[in-house]
């Protein structure tokens, strides 16, 4: 999954696409670097950031959408938690709705949801973007996160929205601390083992930056997003979300090939 974000602030690229002309040539760069998803986002989630009003979201993303769909029929996911921007994203052209909130931000997203019968992207998050990385604590956050998504799911079918339709996402950097990613990366095949598809987003996170030995702002943190990739793909995770397709595809490539040429006894 290829992100392209139309925003003028998200953490690691935030105003690059915010040109209408900008955003589609870099959806078509992704897409000739193998992403079989893009992931169109209006708004930004970074820590701190402020919530973007809704007709300005949808004019960022809906013509956005369109476009690209005038064009190719790579699968678009909507990352959004307003449910209106998921409607109009899906009239344009969107299939899958990417919701950081889990569809828990408004009380008619479920039913939204299981109304448009569009694939669902349930992520965990601790609290509001605003505030989520102040002091994040938990006891057991896999177990935490696990059982957050496991029931946000079970709300989600109890509303109507198809079981097949439902991914899960441990929301990595999202109201946690460098350990707590660690913990989440490393025990991913426990979320996996909840039955549900997960989508792993940890393409150039600040804990990247925390585990390295020297300074890595956002746009030099490739070789950190790859490792996490990889062990996601490693863990069977069904998509990771990145914003660098081309190295991210070469790498999976090339660990596939070396896991399919290991002697099986
Ligand atoms: N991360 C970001 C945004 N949306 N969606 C899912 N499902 N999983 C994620 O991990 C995730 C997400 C944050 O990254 P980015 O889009 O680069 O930045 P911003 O939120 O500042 O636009």
């Known amino acids: 999954m290829g992100i392209v974000n139309v925003t003028p ?12 002309a900008a955003a589609l040539e870099h959806a078509r760069r992704l897409i000739a670097e193998g992403a079989d998803i893009l992931d169109i986002g209006g708004e930004s989630t970074r820590p701190g950031s402020a919530p973007t009003p809704e007709a300005e979201e949808l004019r ?4 956005l959408i369109r476009a690209i769909r005038a064009e190719s029929a790579t699968p678009i996911s909507i990352d959004t938690m307003k449910p209106a921007v998921a409607e109009a994203a899906m009239a344009a052209g969107a299939t899958i709705w990417n919701d950081v909130t889990a569809l828990g931000h408004a009380p008619t997203s479920l039913e939204t949801a299981a109304r448009l019968g569009c694939d669902v992207v349930l992520m965990h998050m601790r609290g509001a973007p605003a505030t989520m990385q102040d002091d994040p604590v938990y006891e057991d956050v896999v177990a ?7 029931a946000r799911a079970e709300a989600a079918m109890a509303a109507g929205v198809a079981r097949e339709r439902i991914l899960l996402d441990p929301g990595i950097g999202f109201g946690k601390t460098t350990a707590h990613n660690l913990l989440l990366l490393a025990h991913l095949d426990r979320l996996v083992a909840l039955g549900f598809p997960v989508l792993l987003g ?7 930056e925390a585990l390295a030995r020297r300074p890595a702002a956002a746009g030099e943190r490739l070789g950190g997003s790859i490792a996490a990739a990889l062990a996601g793909a490693a863990a069977g995770c069904a998509i990771v979300r990145v914003h660098e397709v081309a190295a991210t595809v070469q790498a999976l490539e090339t660990a596939a090939a070396i896991e399919d040429a290991r002697p099986r006894d």
């Open 144 to 150: 935490q996160v696990s059982a957050f998504l496991l």
């Open 9 to 20: 602030d998200s953490f690691s690229d935030g105003g690059r696409f915010l040109d209408p």
């Open 202 to 208: 940890a393409s150039r996170k600040r804990f990247i």
């Open 60 to 63: 960022r993303v809906v013509p």
